[in-house]
């Protein structure tokens, strides 16, 4: 898909997030800690990656908006930019398997509660960034990710649902196998 606004990508961002709430919801920490294999993660390490992950995004964020605002060029809230799309990393995504940077893989030791505190107060900074990612260009500022080199921080919001969506397909998996 391609999106040409910061409304088209909160929006992703919102539904993708509502998604995975819906995946754990009614899951106690017994299931959460479920684990189908030792080399395989519970629901529990799920949500503490996902956790660990979007904090370390907020920080890039945060700096690519510093770039884009320190660079000058402002938008009016609502414009549209230049179309921009991670469907190729999406894709690709679903055919190779990926290794967790050790900053962000989980070292079982947060609890579902507080994953998921620290990922609705992640989306609440997500929210409070908006004002200035609409009034920034921020089309012009990247950073490179580590599987899929360059985003820029339109493509870095994406990649956040697109990451908690991979992710939520992953939980959905285990509850059924822990129905089997």
Request: charged share 30%; with cysteine.
């Amino acid at each position: 898909m391609i999106y040409n606004s910061v409304d088209e990508i909160y929006g992703v961002l919102d539904a993708a997030r509502a998604r995975l709430m819906a995946s754990v919801e009614g899951l106690g920490e017994e299931g959460a800690r479920f684990r189908p294999a030792p080399d395989r993660w519970s629901v529990a390490d799920i949500l503490e990656h996902l956790a660990a992950a979007e904090a370390s995004s907020l920080r890039l964020f945060d700096k690519l908006l510093q770039k884009a605002e320190a660079g000058g060029r402002a938008r009016s809230a609502g414009d549209p930019f230049a179309p921009v799309t991670i469907a190729e990393h999406s894709e690709r995504s679903r055919r190779e398997k990926y290794q967790s940077p050790e900053a962000i893989r989980p070292k079982g030791e947060a609890s579902v509660a507080d994953s998921l505190a620290s990922l609705r107060a992640s989306l609440e900074a997500l929210h409070a960034l908006r004002p200035r990612i609409e009034r920034a260009e921020c089309s012009e500022v990247s950073f490179p990710h580590a599987a899929f080199g360059p985003l820029n921080l339109y493509q870095w919001l994406l990649f956040t649902a697109a990451h908690e969506d991979r992710h939520r397909a992953q939980i959905e998996a285990l509850r059924g196998e822990m129905k089997a």
